[in-house]
């Protein structure tokens, strides 16, 4: 009886919410159970895959029953996970969750790379592919395909396969380039962003082994750059056929200070033309391994980073812009609010966000912080580097630890901050950057 009547009171008042025509957006980056986006799971998003039952309609993130497989449909069962979740402030499974997550691996003098990979599952090393690919790599999925981004030195774009991590093939960017990202937008047009020039590479990733036709043009940046020529372009995303670039800006004549402020280049893919540029606010949108993240449902572009590393603790931050009316619309969060330099940072809707920042002394920190409180949650600290953190549906955040002295991935849960990984998971080498997959 104790449990009956609030499952009932739950019913009629998800029924009261239909016939109210209640809308529950659904964020890109919302974790399992959060239909409303806030970074949470509560009773209004209970109500809300009761609301997908009802309507007949599938949302992966809705799909929670049984736990650990789902059944491809959304039901009141469903409803009744994502309740018993709220609760208890607990994160349920859903098929988005990650069966493995991909790590690429840099010894610690970073002469040596490789790949690995981990079951999500078992939190066990699940395969090794040592040497396989140069130190400093970071991986990206893109157009249903597993890439590897061979940065400096390497300056080649590799397929994988995502199941054996063997390399299908491998081309060059052009020498001494150092690319940073990778988007396709067909399986014959991709672009590559070039930290060491001033120009986008356009590529054909149909190109294959013999990476003939690989590299099919180049689009000039270098009016968008700072006086020393290079607009150092770092991390990219797709709205549309509008392909958006963030330029740091860096002044190579004073130790890669930021010159100015940051901007995002825009190009029409359609014409392979650049099209014009966003304006930032925050100077050097940098991350260690991603920071340009696009959430479709909000139809928000985010850019991050430090700012002026080490001397200014509370400048950076994380910036929204509108990519329909190439505008910013200021900052979501602040170096100051953040509490240091931002390094690396991952959203859970629009409501929540988690972040490395380091201090002036680089000891770096893992923070769940709340954007509507503006408080701050501690989950890891470190005096050595954090080069990732990647959160996945299921509400678990993985983060790649480099202390050379133990160094492996460490997975946290979310929703209270414990470490899920009594000691950390060594894949063979350090661990650089991260990637959760699933099939």
């Given at each position: 009886?104790?449990?009956?009547?609030?499952?009932?009171?739950?019913?009629?008042?998800?029924?009261?919410?239909?016939?109210?025509?209640?809308?529950?957006?659904v964020?890109?980056?919302?974790l399992?159970?959060?239909?409303?986006?806030?970074?949470?799971?509560r009773?209004?998003?209970?109500?809300?895959?009761?609301?997908?039952?009802?309507?007949?309609?599938?949302?992966s993130?809705?799909?929670?029953?049984?736990?650990?497989?789902?059944?491809?449909r959304?039901?009141?069962?469903?409803?009744?996970?994502?309740?018993?979740?709220?609760?208890?402030?607990?994160?349920?499974?859903?098929?988005?969750?990650?069966?493995?997550?991909?790590?690429?691996?840099?010894?610690?003098?970073?002469?040596?790379?490789?790949?690995?990979?981990?079951?999500?599952?078992?939190?066990?090393?699940?395969?090794?592919?040592?040497?396989?690919?140069?130190?400093?790599?970071?991986?990206?999925?893109?157009?249903?395909?597993?890439?590897?981004?061979?940065?400096?030195?390497?300056?080649?774009?590799?397929?994988?396969?995502?199941?054996t991590?063997?390399?299908?093939?491998?081309?060059?960017?052009?020498?001494?380039?150092?690319?940073?990202?990778?988007?396709?937008?067909?399986?014959?047009?991709?672009?590559?962003?070039?930290?060491?020039?001033?120009?986008?590479?356009?590529?054909?990733?149909?190109?294959?082994?013999?990476?003939?036709?690989?590299?099919?043009?180049?689009?000039?940046?270098?009016?968008?750059?700072?006086?020393?020529?290079?607009?150092?372009?770092?991390?990219?995303?797709?709205?549309?056929?509008?392909?958006?670039?963030?330029?740091?800006?860096?002044?190579?004549?004073?130790?890669?200070?930021?010159?100015?402020?940051?901007?995002?280049?825009?190009?029409?893919?359609?014409?392979?033309?650049?099209?014009?540029?966003?304006?930032?606010?925050?100077?050097?949108?940098?991350?260690?391994?991603?920071?340009?993240?696009?959430?479709?449902?909000?139809?928000?572009?985010?850019?991050?980073?430090?700012?002026?590393?080490?001397?200014?603790?509370?400048?950076?931050?994380i910036?929204?812009?509108?990519?329909?009316?190439?505008?910013?619309?200021?900052?979501?969060?602040?170096?100051?609010?953040?509490?240091?330099?931002?390094?690396?940072?991952?959203?859970?809707?629009?409501?929540?966000?988690f972040?490395?920042?380091?201090?002036?002394?680089?000891?770096?920190?893992v923070?769940?912080?709340?954007?509507?409180?503006?408080?701050?949650?501690?989950?890891?600290?470190?005096p050595?580097?954090?080069?990732?953190?990647?959160?996945?549906?299921?509400?678990?955040?993985?983060?790649?630890?480099?202390?050379?002295s133990?160094?492996?991935?460490?997975?946290?849960?979310?929703?209270?901050?414990?470490?899920?990984?009594?000691?950390?998971?060594?894949?063979?080498?350090?661990?650089?950057?991260?990637?959760?997959?699933?099939?």
């Amino acid at each position: 009886m104790i449990r009956t009547r609030p499952m009932a009171l739950f019913f009629c008042a998800a029924f009261l919410a239909l016939a109210a025509g209640a809308v529950f957006p659904v964020p890109a980056k919302a974790l399992c159970g959060d239909l409303s986006g806030d970074g949470y799971v509560r009773a209004s998003d209970a109500l809300a895959v009761l609301s997908e039952a009802v309507r007949g309609r599938y949302d992966s993130r809705a799909d929670l029953a049984p736990p650990g497989s789902g059944d491809g449909r959304v039901t009141a069962t469903d409803a009744l996970v994502a309740l018993r979740a709220a609760v208890a402030g607990t994160t349920p499974w859903c098929p988005l969750a990650p069966a493995r997550v991909v790590v690429s691996l840099a010894a610690c003098d970073f002469v040596t790379g490789g790949l690995a990979a981990i079951d999500a599952a078992e939190l066990g090393l699940a395969g090794q592919r040592p040497g396989a690919v140069a130190a400093d790599t970071v991986l990206r999925w893109s157009g249903g395909r597993l890439f590897a981004i061979g940065r400096f030195g390497a300056d080649a774009i590799a397929e994988l396969d995502p199941d054996t991590l063997d390399v299908l093939w491998q081309c060059s960017v052009g020498a001494g380039s150092n690319p940073h990202d990778l988007v396709l937008v067909s399986p014959t047009l991709g672009y590559v962003s070039r930290f060491d020039s001033a120009s986008l590479a356009i590529i054909d990733p149909s190109a294959g082994p013999s990476c003939q036709g690989f590299l099919r043009g180049e689009i000039d940046l270098g009016a968008l750059a700072d006086a020393d020529g290079f607009p150092e372009m770092d991390q990219m995303a797709l709205v549309g056929d509008r392909l958006f670039v963030a330029l740091e800006r860096l002044d190579r004549n004073d130790f890669f200070r930021p010159a100015t402020n940051a901007a995002l280049a825009v190009v029409d893919t359609s014409r392979n033309t650049l099209e014009g540029a966003v304006e930032l606010t925050i100077e050097n949108p940098f991350a260690e391994t991603k920071g340009l993240i696009y959430d479709p449902d909000a139809g928000l572009l985010y850019a991050g980073g430090p700012g002026r590393l080490f001397t200014d603790l509370e400048d950076g931050g994380i910036e929204v812009v509108d990519p329909v009316s190439s505008t910013s619309l200021g900052l979501v969060a602040s170096g100051k609010e953040l509490g240091g330099d931002l390094t690396d940072f991952a959203l859970a809707g629009s409501g929540r966000v988690f972040a490395i920042v380091a201090d002036a002394s680089f000891v770096a920190s893992v923070i769940d912080f709340d954007v509507a409180t503006g408080t701050r949650r501690l989950l890891f600290r470190s005096p050595f580097l954090v080069s990732d953190i990647e959160l996945s549906a299921d509400g678990r955040l993985w983060v790649a630890d480099r202390n050379c002295s133990q160094p492996g991935v460490r997975v946290f849960d979310v929703d209270d901050g414990h470490e899920l990984t009594p000691d950390p998971i060594y894949p063979g080498l350090t661990p650089f950057n991260l990637l959760p997959w699933r099939k």
